[in-house]
């Protein structure tokens, strides 16, 4: 029984959330592959705000069991705050939630690292990390020596490692004027008592996904961040640490790729940014304060606000192809309501020479001045639409147009958080969404 991915295809914050929340009444286990607690979810449900950040959306519902694969980098401190923040609002986590031994450990010192990396030595514009380690752990797991696997918590090796790591940590941060040195025996009791508590959850992923994929379980792939923050295929440097489009599951989770038969690309309806990095669309100015405001734009994570522009077709159509997306889903519709016009992105001029080609490296990125085409706008509040009929006119002709443009059926529009501000668009050949809720949501 092969699996759905859900993947965003700009540079995260997409409302990938909300729809892997719908989707989940249709599957048995939701997997995130990749990333850490850099990732935000925000779902609404029943009137009811649950952010989410490495916990899958999932969680929200019985009869589901949420896995957390080696691919993700796991911050014990603040899995343990999230969990105990769903346990307290009556969401039963333990017996639904899977965490991976393989998942890599983010210690203290990738924090500071992190800090100190993105601050002082990224040379020119800061990468604008989220602060939580994300990158330095990556860059332990890949080097190896300095790593630390979740499973590895619980062998007797773990205090020895851990020291040695720590004596290694301390002379390179002393180097870059960190005074305060990492106290190891502090590190081992607080990660000692992490271990205790996540102990329940620890299992072999891998083995579990494969069984439950050859027996015949539905998987759903949660991707988080964007596609243009890949590691290897996004706007580089200014990225994330993990393979964050649609090329990342089969590594991140285990499952190879033929498990996978339906990939949702999630698009806004606009573009955001947040961190460094070129956003060709950028509306530094009245219209994307106007969309800041209207799509509350302030990171999940960090609260920063995000950079906003008009929607960006070259790039949404490379990360269509790269994530192999079937279909297209496009959120925050309803943001762009008031506006006489609307923008779209279907080519840059890079010295001079028009492509629809996105570019390879970030300086020619930069260079990049988007052509514009401009459709007409509606006016009016579309939020509590929920026929695709009834949308204005030029609301249905912008849809169509981006489906054109990005080379893929629309078939999920979304006019604000709550899941019932979600319309279901017919397209020929297009799967069938879970319209009754197959799974109780859990109570709160
Ligand atoms: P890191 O993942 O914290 O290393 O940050 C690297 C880049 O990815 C920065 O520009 C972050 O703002 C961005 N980033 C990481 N996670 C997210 C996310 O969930 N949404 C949007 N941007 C993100």
Known sequence: MPGTCVIGLQWGDEAKGKLVDILTGDHDVVVRYAGGANAGHTVVSGGQTWKLSLIPSGILRDGVTCVVTGGVVLDPASAIREIEGLESRGVRVDGKLLVSDRAH????????????????????????????????????????????????????????????????????????????????????????????????????????????????????????QGAL???????????????????????????????????????????????????????????????????????????????????????????????????????????????????????????????TQFPSHVDDLRKAVPVYETLPGWQGEIADVRDHAALPREARAYLARLAELVGRPVTVASVGPDRDQTMFLPAAGARPWPRAQSKTPAKA
């Open 229 to 355: 923050l890949d590691v290897d295929h996004g706007t580089y440097p200014f990225v994330t640490s993990s393979n964050s489009s649609g090329v990342g599951v089969a590594a991140g989770s285990g499952v190879p790729g033929r498990w996978v038969d339906r990939v949702i690309g999630v698009l806004k309806a606009y573009s955001t940014r947040v961190g460094g990095g070129p956003l060709p669309t950028e509306q530094d100015n009245a219209t994307g304060q106007y969309l800041r405001d209207r799509g509350n734009e302030y990171g999940t994570v960090t609260r920063r606000p995000r950079r906003c522009g008009w929607f960006d077709a070259v790039a949404a159509r490379y990360t269509a192809r790269l994530s192999g997306v079937d279909e297209l889903a496009v959120m925050l519709l309803d943001v762009l309501g008031g506006l006489d016009e609307i923008k779209v992105c279907t080519a840059y001029e890079i010295d001079g020479r028009r492509t």
């Open 105 to 224: 450990v983010v210690f203290p010192w990738h924090i500071e690292e992190d800090r100190i990396l993105n601050a002082a030595l990224s040379g020119g514009e800061a990468i604008g990390t989220t602060g939580r380690g994300i990158g330095p752990c990556y860059r332990d797991k890949v080097g190896r020596s300095l790593a630390i696997r979740l499973g590895d918590l619980y062998r007797d090796t773990f205090p020895a490692k851990l020291r040695e790591i720590v004596r290694v940590k301390n002379q390179s941060l002393a180097s870059w004027g960190v005074e305060t040195p990492l106290d190891a025996a502090a590190i081992e009791a607080d990660y000692a008592r992490f271990a205790t508590r996540l102990r329940p959850l620890v299992a072999d992923t891998t083995a579990f996904l494969l069984d439950a994929a050859e027996a015949g379980q539905r998987l759903l792939f949660e991707g988080a």
